[in-house]
C-alpha cells in the first residue's frame, strides 16, 4: 500500500515570496491533516479537512495560509506571502475516519526555508 | 486542555541494553495514546497506540509501550536496543471534539544508542 506523498521535498524562497506544497493521501483516507514542525518542536495541526470540507482551521494563520482540498482526495497548502518563522517542515497525514481507532499515517515532509 | 510531556530531552543507551523513552499525559476523558518515531529527514512513522484494552501495547520494530493509568504514564520501551533505533520520537494524546480531530505532540526525545 502506497504512503502519504508529498512534493516538493525541500524549498527554499525568500521572505514575501509565495510557495505551495502538494499532499496525497493514503487511497481511501477521507481525513486529511496538515502539521507544522518547527525545528526542536513537536508537530502542530493547521487544518484538517474530511473529504472536500474543512473540520477544524483554528491554527491556520489566515491571513498568509491557505489549504484546499477540492475534491476529496489531493490537497495543497499554500504561504502568501512567507515571512522568516514559516521556516518549517510541514507534514500531510491521513486517516481513514476521524475517529480515536484510526492511525494517523504521515508523509515525508517538505522542508521550507524562508530567507 | 490535552497534553504529553516528554521530560528527557536526549536518552542514551548502550547497544543491547533495554531501553525507555517516558511520557506522561494529562487529559479529559479517555486518553488515546500514540507513539511515533522520527528519522532525519524523513516524516512520522507509526510505532503503536493505545486505546482501550491490556496495558501492555506492542507495536513495530519491536517495541511496546506500558499503559499506566494511576500515575498517566505511557511511556515506550524495548528489551534490546539496537544502533539503528537513533532517532527521534514523539508522544501524542488523540484530542477529539465536536470540531477537531487533531494529535497534541510532546517536545520529542532524542534516543541515541552507541554501538
Known amino acids: 500500500e502506497a504512503g502519504v506523498a508529498q512534493s516538493p521535498r525541500y524549498k527554499i524562497i525568500e521572505k514575501r515570496q509565495s510557495v505551495a506544497f502538494w499532499c496525497n493521501p493514503i487511497?481511501?483516507?477521507?481525513?486529511l491533516y496538515w502539521y507544522q514542525q518547527i525545528l526542536g518542536q513537536g508537530p502542530k495541526l493547521l487544518i484538517q479537512?474530511?473529504?472536500?470540507?474543512?473540520?477544524?482551521d483554528s491554527q491556520l494563520p489566515k491571513d498568509r495560509f491557505s489549504a484546499e482540498r477540492l475534491k476529496g482526495v489531493d490537497s495543497t497548502l499554500k504561504i502568501q506571502p512567507a515571512k522568516l518563522e514559516d521556516s518549517a517542515v510541514y507534514l500531510c497525514?491521513?486517516?481513514?475516519?476521524?475517529?480515536?481507532?484510526?492511525?494517523?499515517?504521515f508523509g515525508p515532509g517538505t522542508r521550507l526555508l524562508v530567507l | 486542555a490535552q497534553s504529553v510531556a516528554q521530560p528527557e530531552d536526549q536518552v542514551n543507551v548502550a547497544e543491547g541494553n533495554p531501553l525507555t523513552v517516558k511520557c506522561t499525559y494529562s487529559?479529559?476523558?479517555?486518553?488515546?495514546l500514540f507513539w511515533y518515531v522520527q528519522y532525519p529527514n524523513r516524516g512520522l512513522q507509526f510505532l503503536l497506540k493505545?486505546?482501550?484494552?491490556?496495558?501492555l501495547v506492542k507495536g513495530s520494530y519491536g517495541f511496546e509501550a506500558e499503559f499506566n493509568k494511576s500515575q498517566t504514564s505511557f511511556h515506550l520501551k524495548k528489551p534490546s536496543a539496537l544502533v539503528s533505533d537513533s532517532a527521534l520520537y514523539f508522544c501524542?494524546?488523540?484530542?477529539?471534539?465536536?470540531?477537531?480531530?487533531?494529535?497534541?505532540f510532546g517536545t520529542g526525545t532524542r534516543l541515541q544508542v552507541f554501538p
Open positions: 487511497s481511501g483516507h477521507a481525513t
Open positions: 487529559v479529559s476523558g479517555n486518553p488515546y
Open positions: 493505545y486505546i482501550t484494552g491490556d496495558n
Open positions: 497525514a491521513s486517516s481513514l475516519a476521524p475517529t480515536a481507532e484510526e492511525t494517523q499515517y
Open positions: 501524542a494524546v488523540r484530542d477529539m471534539g465536536i470540531q477537531t480531530d487533531k494529535l497534541i
Open positions: 479537512f474530511q473529504n472536500n470540507g474543512v473540520v477544524d
